[in-house]
């Protein structure tokens, strides 16, 4: 790495950090209303800002263009749908959780069920971030990092002494240094110095999605530039750009109408990280501006988030990139075309925005650690009593306690070939059965509490066994593992509206408006999330080649 690269990288690392202190300096950090909620002032572009960032982490921007590396454009389905999911949040979730003025998704299930629903929820989410989320937050963003940056050959002497393979080094190191930078801005700021920092870097880091694009075809074109490189891609690999995924693919197309989209729906809907900062809007239509411009903001998501992988791919074939280790490895591909054709001012530009990308996305989830932690266990369960003073500090120690946890285990995901599967495979766990109780007690009145309890124990159960348990891995390995998402999931809301028509609730449940934020929905709500429906299906159909399902089959 030279010295331009380096410079520009600390250079604005250290301006948005100075630019999140000098606007939020001010803001209240002492009490649970303003730590975990932002004191309920989030505004649509900084809901949006944080939205996407939170979302357009190294998990993306590594995991997702290394699939399109190994698969081809079929992967931008998780772009592509999350908009569809992004809509139904806007008009049918963000009403029901602001009306009751809940933190949590949690506490909105304690209100809807009983305390202990909340209870089983709040833990299996935090088992889930500890164990997974966060993890694999820190393995992929130091992935991304060490290919930007060349850190491997920066520890290269110092691994050389230690007797340790550099890379693994290397990637220890980052680990640690991103964790540790992480915590600090989500355990000392709160949830709007996290909204701020995160919508300061999500400029720039679209800005410099865009430019690896723009870059990457000029370098492919050659002489020819970034017309010529297109060109070049799209005859490389015309088989290759259908939006419909074949049985060899990681995302087949009968998987987008059962696991993908039931993945998606959890992810933008009922997911603490994500969705805590909708919970901190100023009003309802605040919200809905915010969530909705984030799903225009997401058919973006292709041009950067996809396409880089593929031409990863075929300067990989002309012998353009080289893989440390001669043979490719899919996680490793988007750092190093990064390394390769951006110029080093722009490399530490870049690098200093992805930087942003990890520690947002690992501070979101580290914050939504804490507010489970916080306002639904320690506050309701270990300390009833608790002062505010009281419960943000647990929240604090808690955080860095669950930080280390996270930072021991993310080396040991090196392993991995498709980091962004293996990602969406452990989501299922947790997500289906959490957004399984979500809906079901959203969509029904009678449905008791021994309902959602018996589907959130028995769903986590069923998916962990389906995972890790043989036998039963054996009966999942015989379909896809998203369709096995989608019977599991259909299967525990049937067995909830079958315990709510034996053992129907005494009374309907009816949701009070708390009265926490103005409930008028923004005017333009519907057509605009009609609109971005109808532009989905565009995208989606424009690339399709349906005759690779008759040749896989």
């Given at each position: 790495?030279?010295a331009v690269t380096?410079?520009?990288?600390?250079?604005?690392?250290?301006l948005v950090?100075?630019?999140?202190?000098?606007?939020?300096?001010?803001?209240?950090?002492?009490?649970?209303?303003?730590?975990?909620l932002?004191?309920?002032?989030?505004t649509?572009?900084?809901?949006a800002?944080?939205?996407?960032?939170?979302?357009?982490s190294t998990?993306q921007?590594?995991g997702?263009?290394?699939?399109?590396?190994?698969?081809g454009?079929c992967?931008?389905v998780w772009?592509v749908?999350?908009?569809?999911?992004?809509v139904?949040m806007?008009?049918?979730?963000?009403?029901?959780?602001?009306?009751s003025?809940?933190a949590t998704?949690?506490e909105?299930l304690?209100?809807r069920?009983d305390?202990?629903?909340?209870?089983?929820?709040?833990?299996?989410?935090l088992?889930?971030?500890?164990?997974i989320l966060?993890?694999?937050i820190l393995?992929?963003g130091?992935e991304g990092?060490?290919g930007?940056?060349?850190?491997t050959?920066?520890?290269?002497?110092?691994?050389?002494?230690?007797n340790v393979?550099?890379?693994?080094?290397?990637?220890?190191?980052?680990?640690?240094?991103?964790?540790?930078?992480g915590s600090?801005y989500?355990?000392?700021g709160?949830?709007?110095?996290?909204?701020?920092?995160d919508t300061i870097?999500?400029?720039?880091?679209?800005?410099?999605?865009f430019?690896?694009?723009?870059?990457?075809?000029?370098?492919?074109?050659?002489?020819t530039?970034?017309?010529?490189?297109?060109?070049?891609?799209?005859?490389?690999q015309?088989?290759?750009?259908?939006?419909?995924?074949g049985a060899?693919s990681?995302?087949?197309?009968?998987?987008?109408?059962?696991?993908?989209f039931?993945?998606n729906?959890f992810?933008w809907?009922t997911n603490q990280?994500?969705?805590q900062?909708?919970?901190?809007?100023?009003?309802?239509?605040?919200?809905q501006k915010?969530?909705?411009?984030?799903g225009?903001l997401?058919l973006?998501?292709?041009l950067?988030?996809v396409?880089p992988?593929?031409i990863a791919?075929t300067?990989?074939?002309k012998?353009?990139?080289?893989?440390?280790g001669?043979?490719p490895?899919?996680?490793?591909?988007?750092?190093l075309?990064?390394?390769?054709v951006l110029?080093g001012p722009?490399?530490g530009?870049?690098?200093?925005?992805?930087i942003g990308?990890?520690?947002?996305?690992?501070?979101?989830a580290?914050n939504?650690?804490?507010?489970l932690?916080?306002?639904?266990?320690y506050?309701?369960?270990?300390?009833k009593?608790a002062?505010?003073?009281?419960?943000v500090?647990?929240?604090?120690v808690f955080?860095?306690i669950?930080?280390?946890?996270a930072?021991?285990?993310?080396?040991?995901l090196?392993?991995?070939t498709?980091i962004?599967g293996?990602?969406?495979?452990?989501?299922?766990?947790?997500?289906?059965?959490i957004?399984?109780v979500?809906?079901?007690g959203?969509?029904?009145?009678?449905?008791?509490?021994?309902?959602?309890?018996?589907a959130?124990?028995?769903?986590?159960?069923?998916?962990?066994?389906?995972?890790f348990?043989?036998?039963?891995?054996t009966i999942?390995?015989s379909?896809h593992?998203?369709?096995?998402?989608?019977?599991?999931?259909?299967w525990?809301?049937?067995?909830?509206?079958?315990?709510?028509?034996l053992?129907?609730?005494a009374?309907e449940?009816?949701q009070e408006?708390v009265?926490?934020?103005?409930?008028?929905p923004?005017?333009?709500a519907?057509?605009?999330g009609?609109?971005?429906?109808a532009?989905?299906?565009?995208?989606?159909i424009s690339?399709?080649?349906?005759?690779v399902l008759?040749?896989s089959?």
């Amino acid at each position: 790495m030279d010295a331009v690269t380096l410079v520009s990288f600390l250079f604005f690392t250290g301006l948005v950090g100075l630019l999140t202190w000098w606007i939020t300096r001010k803001d209240d950090h002492g009490t649970s209303q303003g730590y975990f909620l932002a004191g309920r002032t989030l505004t649509f572009p900084l809901i949006a800002g944080s939205l996407l960032l939170t979302n357009l982490s190294t998990e993306q921007m590594v995991g997702l263009n290394g699939d399109a590396f190994s698969f081809g454009l079929c992967v931008m389905v998780w772009e592509v749908v999350c908009v569809v999911a992004l809509v139904f949040m806007a008009w049918f979730f963000l009403p029901r959780f602001l009306k009751s003025g809940v933190a949590t998704v949690p506490e909105y299930l304690e209100i809807r069920f009983d305390h202990q629903t909340q209870v089983i929820t709040n833990i299996i989410f935090l088992l889930a971030y500890v164990g997974i989320l966060l993890p694999i937050i820190l393995y992929t963003g130091a992935e991304g990092m060490i290919g930007i940056l060349d850190v491997t050959g920066m520890v290269g002497g110092l691994a050389e002494s230690m007797n340790v393979d550099p890379h693994t080094l290397a990637l220890w190191l980052v680990v640690w240094i991103v964790g540790i930078i992480g915590s600090i801005y989500a355990l000392f700021g709160g949830l709007r110095t996290v909204a701020v920092s995160d919508t300061i870097n999500a400029i720039g880091l679209f800005v410099g999605g865009f430019m690896i694009t723009y870059f990457a075809l000029t370098v492919l074109g050659g002489p020819t530039g970034f017309s010529g490189g297109y060109d070049i891609l799209i005859e490389d690999q015309k088989e290759r750009f259908n939006s419909v995924g074949g049985a060899d693919s990681n995302v087949p197309f009968g998987t987008i109408f059962s696991g993908i989209f039931l993945l998606n729906l959890f992810y933008w809907t009922t997911n603490q990280q994500i969705i805590q900062r909708t919970f901190g809007a100023s009003s309802l239509a605040e919200g809905q501006k915010g969530v909705l411009l984030t799903g225009a903001l997401k058919l973006l998501g292709p041009l950067y988030l996809v396409l880089p992988g593929m031409i990863a791919f075929t300067m990989y074939n002309k012998g353009l990139i080289e893989f440390p280790g001669g043979e490719p490895v899919p996680n490793q591909a988007y750092g190093l075309l990064v390394q390769r054709v951006l110029p080093g001012p722009l490399t530490g530009f870049f690098a200093a925005a992805l930087i942003g990308a990890i520690l947002s996305s690992f501070n979101s989830a580290l914050n939504s650690s804490c507010t489970l932690f916080s306002l639904g266990l320690y506050k309701d369960v270990l300390q009833k009593d608790a002062t505010e003073h009281q419960i943000v500090r647990s929240g604090k120690v808690f955080g860095w306690i669950v930080a280390v946890v996270a930072m021991f285990i993310a080396p040991l995901l090196a392993n991995q070939t498709s980091i962004f599967g293996y990602l969406q495979a452990m989501n299922g766990i947790y997500f289906i059965p959490i957004f399984a109780v979500v809906l079901v007690g959203m969509v029904t009145r009678r449905v008791p509490s021994v309902a959602a309890k018996i589907a959130l124990v028995v769903g986590f159960i069923v998916l962990v066994c389906g995972n890790f348990v043989p036998p039963f891995t054996t009966i999942v390995a015989s379909m896809h593992n998203f369709q096995f998402l989608g019977v599991v999931f259909a299967w525990l809301v049937v067995l909830m509206l079958i315990i709510g028509e034996l053992r129907p609730r005494a009374e309907e449940f009816v949701q009070e408006d708390v009265g926490a934020v103005d409930m008028t929905p923004w005017g333009l709500a519907k057509p605009v999330g009609l609109l971005l429906i109808a532009i989905v299906f565009t995208i989606y159909i424009s690339f399709a080649d349906f005759s690779v399902l008759a040749t896989s089959s």
